[in-house]
C-alpha cells in the first residue's frame, strides 16, 4: 500500500481530554528539598543574569518556563498560587510559557494561548525564551545553506522545530556541524528544539542530526519508522534514546516503550537502545504554539526499496500562511515537469487525495530539485510562490541538482530560493557555515522566510558569523 495511515486514536501530543486523566498533579511530589533546590535556582538565575547586564524586567521579557524532566505528561496553569486553585490551562512537555513575575513556589506565567496564571516551581524548569524577538503572530522559515542537503528551522513565538539535518559535503561535528554552527550564531538563546523531524534516514537528511541532541534539548521526534541500516541512522537512534524526556513518534507504534537492538558495528559495541515512544503519527493537525500547527500529509512507516519513498511529507500553517515540506518525495523517474507523476508515487497520492492538504503559500521542493520530483501536475495543486530548493555541489549518481527543467517551471509560478547560489561567496567563513569539509565551496546562502499577517516574504541571509564580505578565492 503506498500510503499508509495510523488510525485515528488518542493524540497525546495535541492535548485535549485524552491527557486530563493521567495529569501529575505538580504538588503531589513536592518536598521542602525540591521546594529550596528551585528557590535557590531562581536566585542563582536571577543574579547570574544581573551580573551580565539584565534587569529583572528585561529578565522577565526573555525567561519561559518548560516543564521539567519529571513531568510525565503536562504541567499545570492555575487560576492562582495554589494547588487547589482551578487549572487554567496545561503545558505539554515540549512547551514555553513567559514568566510575568514569581510569588513563593509558584511561576507566574503567560501561556501562548493568553492565558495568565501560575505553575509550580517545583515541576517547572527555567529556560531563554526560545523565539525571544519575534513579534506574536510572525513565524520564520530558515532554509539553512547545509550544502547538499536539507535543513529547516521554523519558529514563532512559542516553539521551534527542526525538520531535518543532513548533508552529503559536510561531515563536520560538534559546534562545527552546519546546522549548529547556524543556530548558534543566529539564535545565542536557543536551548531547546521542541519539535525534530527527520523526513527519511538518507544521509544528506540525517548526517548532522545527532549533533542537535548533543547541543539543544530535544522534546518531540518524528521519524516514519522505516528502520534503516547506516552507521548515522543508529547514531540517530542512540540520541533519541538518550534524550531525557524525548518522545519518539513513528507511523508503526503508538505510545510505550520499545528496543532497537545492534550489534558489534559502526565504531560501536552491542547495545541494546530503549526508546520512548509517543503517540503514532497520523494525519491530524499537531498543535505547534500560538496559531501555529503542522499536519503530515504523507506518512508510510513500511520496508520500501527506496526510502525516499518514506517521505514525510509536512503541512504547515502559520497564523493563516502555509508551507508545504516535501522532503525527497516523488514524483516518478527523472522526467520534465509537464509528465504527469507516476501513479503510484507520492505526489500522485497526494494530488488524488489531498488536494485541500496541499494548498500552500511556500513549497520546500521535493528532492533538491531533481526531476523525479516537481511535476506539474502537483505543482498545480500546490499552488505556492515561494519556492525554496536546497542543494549542493555534491553529484546525485552523476547528476548535480537541482535540474535546470525544474528550476525554469517553478520560475514561471513564482520566487525560487536557492541555497546553491554563488557557493564560493563564503569560502573563507571561519565556521562551517561557509566552507566545506572537503575544501570545496558550500555557501553560506542561508534562506529565510517570514510569515506574517501581512504575507509571506524571503531573503537571502549570508552575512553570518565573521564571514569577510565579499571573500572568495
Ligand atoms: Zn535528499
Ligand atoms: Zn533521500
Given at each position: 500500500?503506498?500510503?499508509?495511515?495510523?488510525?485515528?486514536?488518542?493524540?497525546?501530543?495535541?492535548?485535549?481530554?485524552?491527557?486530563?486523566?493521567?495529569?501529575?498533579?505538580?504538588?503531589?511530589?513536592?518536598?521542602?528539598?525540591?521546594?529550596?533546590?528551585?528557590?535557590?535556582?531562581?536566585?542563582?538565575?536571577?543574579?547570574?543574569?544581573?551580573?551580565?547586564?539584565?534587569?529583572?524586567?528585561?529578565?522577565?521579557?526573555?525567561?519561559?518556563?518548560?516543564?521539567?524532566?519529571?513531568?510525565?505528561?503536562?504541567?499545570?496553569?492555575?487560576?492562582?498560587?495554589?494547588?487547589?486553585?482551578?487549572?487554567?490551562?496545561?503545558?505539554?512537555?515540549?512547551?514555553?510559557?513567559?514568566?510575568?513575575?514569581?510569588?513563593?513556589?509558584?511561576?507566574?506565567?503567560?501561556?501562548?494561548?493568553?492565558?495568565?496564571?501560575?505553575?509550580?516551581?517545583?515541576?517547572?524548569?527555567?529556560?531563554?525564551?526560545?523565539?525571544?524577538?519575534?513579534?506574536?503572530?510572525?513565524?520564520?522559515?530558515?532554509?539553512?545553506?547545509?550544502?547538499?542537503?536539507?535543513?529547516?528551522?521554523?519558529?514563532?513565538?512559542?516553539?521551534?522545530?527542526?525538520?531535518?539535518?543532513?548533508?552529503?559535503?559536510?561531515?563536520?561535528?560538534?559546534?562545527?556541524?552546519?546546522?549548529?554552527?547556524?543556530?548558534?550564531?543566529?539564535?545565542?538563546?536557543?536551548?531547546?528544539?521542541?519539535?525534530?523531524?527527520?523526513?527519511?534516514?538518507?544521509?544528506?537528511?540525517?548526517?548532522?542530526?545527532?549533533?542537535?541532541?548533543?547541543?539543544?534539548?530535544?522534546?518531540?521526534?518524528?521519524?516514519?519508522?522505516?528502520?534503516?541500516?547506516?552507521?548515522?541512522?543508529?547514531?540517530?537512534?542512540?540520541?533519541?534514546?538518550q534524550e531525557p524526556g524525548v518522545r519518539y513518534h513513528t507511523a508503526l507504534r503508538h505510545m510505550g516503550i520499545s528496543t532497537a537492538?545492534?550489534?558489534?558495528?559502526?565504531?560501536?559495541?552491542?547495545?541494546?537502545?530503549?526508546?520512548?515512544?509517543?503517540?503514532?503519527?497520523?494525519?491530524?493537525?499537531?498543535?505547534?504554539?500560538?496559531?501555529?500547527?503542522?499536519?503530515?500529509?504523507?506518512?508510510?512507516?513500511?520496508?520500501?526499496?527506496?526510502?525516499?519513498?518514506?517521505?514525510?511529507?509536512?503541512?504547515?500553517?502559520?497564523?493563516?500562511?502555509?508551507?508545504?515540506?516535501?522532503?525527497?518525495?516523488?514524483?516518478?523517474?527523472?522526467?520534465?515537469?509537464?509528465?504527469?507523476?507516476?501513479?503510484?508515487?507520492?505526489?500522485?497520492?497526494?494530488?488524488?487525495?489531498?488536494?485541500?492538504?496541499?494548498?500552500?503559500?511556500?513549497?520546500?521542493?521535493?528532492?533538491?530539485?531533481?526531476?523525479?520530483?516537481?511535476?506539474?501536475?502537483?505543482?498545480?495543486?500546490?499552488?505556492?510562490?515561494?519556492?525554496?530548493?536546497?542543494?549542493?555541489?555534491?553529484?546525485?549518481?552523476?547528476?548535480?541538482?537541482?535540474?535546470?527543467?525544474?528550476?525554469?517551471?517553478?520560475?514561471?509560478?513564482?520566487?525560487?530560493?536557492?541555497?546553491?547560489?554563488?557557493?564560493?561567496?563564503?569560502?573563507?567563513?571561519?565556521?562551517?557555515?561557509?566552507?566545506?569539509?572537503?575544501?570545496?565551496?558550500?555557501?553560506?546562502?542561508?534562506?529565510?522566510?517570514?510569515?506574517?499577517?501581512?504575507?509571506?516574504?524571503?531573503?537571502?541571509?549570508?552575512?553570518?558569523?565573521?564571514?569577510?564580505?565579499?571573500a572568495s578565492d
Open positions: 500500500m503506498e500510503r499508509s495511515f495510523a488510525g485515528s486514536g488518542a493524540c497525546a501530543v495535541c492535548g485535549g481530554a485524552s491527557e486530563v486523566g493521567d495529569v501529575k498533579s505538580p504538588l503531589t511530589r513536592a518536598s521542602d528539598t525540591s521546594l529550596a533546590r528551585s528557590a535557590l535556582t531562581w536566585v542563582a538565575f536571577t543574579a547570574t543574569l544581573l551580573v551580565i547586564g539584565f534587569t529583572p524586567a528585561v529578565l522577565a521579557q526573555n525567561v519561559c518556563v518548560t516543564p521539567s524532566a519529571e513531568v510525565e505528561t503536562v504541567l499545570i496553569v492555575r487560576r492562582s498560587a495554589s494547588v487547589e486553585s482551578p487549572a487554567l490551562g496545561r503545558l505539554l512537555p515540549s512547551a514555553q510559557a513567559k514568566i510575568l513575575g514569581e510569588v513563593p513556589h509558584w511561576y507566574l506565567v503567560a501561556t501562548a494561548d493568553g492565558k495568565t496564571g501560575y505553575t509550580s516551581k517545583n515541576w517547572a524548569r527555567l529556560t531563554t525564551c526560545a523565539t525571544a524577538g519575534l513579534a506574536g503572530g510572525a513565524y520564520e522559515m530558515h532554509a539553512i545553506d547545509v550544502g547538499t542537503g536539507l535543513s529547516l528551522f521554523v519558529r514563532g513565538d512559542d516553539f521551534t522545530l527542526l525538520y531535518d539535518a543532513g548533508s552529503n559535503d559536510d561531515t563536520a561535528g560538534g559546534a562545527k556541524n552546519r546546522v549548529v554552527a547556524y543556530l548558534a550564531e543566529t539564535f545565542p538563546g536557543l536551548r531547546r528544539i521542541d519539535h525534530l523531524i527527520l523526513s527519511h534516514p538518507h544521509r544528506d537528511h540525517l548526517e548532522l542530526m545527532a549533533d542537535v541532541f548533543t547541543n539543544y534539548e530535544v522534546g518531540e521526534v518524528w521519524d516514519s519508522g522505516a528502520t534503516y541500516d547506516s552507521c548515522i541512522y543508529r547514531d540517530f537512534i542512540r540520541a533519541v534514546s537492538q545492534y550489534e558489534a558495528k559502526c565504531r560501536a559495541e552491542a547495545e541494546s537502545l530503549a526508546l520512548r515512544h509517543g503517540a503514532r503519527i497520523d494525519t491530524n493537525p499537531v498543535p505547534l504554539g500560538d496559531g501555529a500547527s503542522m499536519q503530515f500529509v504523507y506518512v508510510d512507516g513500511s520496508k520500501r526499496s527506496d526510502v525516499n519513498d518514506n517521505s514525510l511529507v509536512l503541512r504547515m500553517d502559520l497564523g493563516g500562511r502555509s508551507a508545504l515540506l516535501a522532503g525527497d518525495a516523488g514524483g516518478g523517474p527523472r522526467k520534465v515537469p509537464s509528465v504527469p507523476p507516476s501513479l503510484k508515487s507520492i505526489e500522485a497520492t497526494l494530488v488524488a487525495c489531498c488536494q485541500k492538504e496541499l494548498k500552500a503559500d511556500v513549497l520546500v521542493v521535493g528532492h533538491h530539485g531533481s526531476m523525479t520530483s516537481s511535476r506539474a501536475a502537483f505543482l498545480d495543486a500546490v499552488g505556492a510562490y515561494h519556492f525554496i530548493v536546497s542543494s549542493g555541489p555534491y553529484k546525485y549518481s552523476g547528476t548535480s541538482l537541482p535540474d535546470k527543467e525544474v528550476i525554469a517551471e517553478l520560475d514561471r509560478r513564482g520566487d525560487v530560493w536557492r541555497t546553491d547560489l554563488d557557493d564560493d561567496a563564503c569560502a573563507k567563513a571561519s565556521s562551517k557555515v561557509g566552507l566545506d569539509n572537503d575544501e570545496k565551496p558550500g555557501g553560506c546562502h542561508n534562506v529565510v522566510m517570514r510569515f506574517t499577517g501581512a504575507g509571506v516574504s524571503a531573503s537571502y541571509v549570508p552575512a553570518l558569523l565573521n564571514v569577510s564580505s565579499g
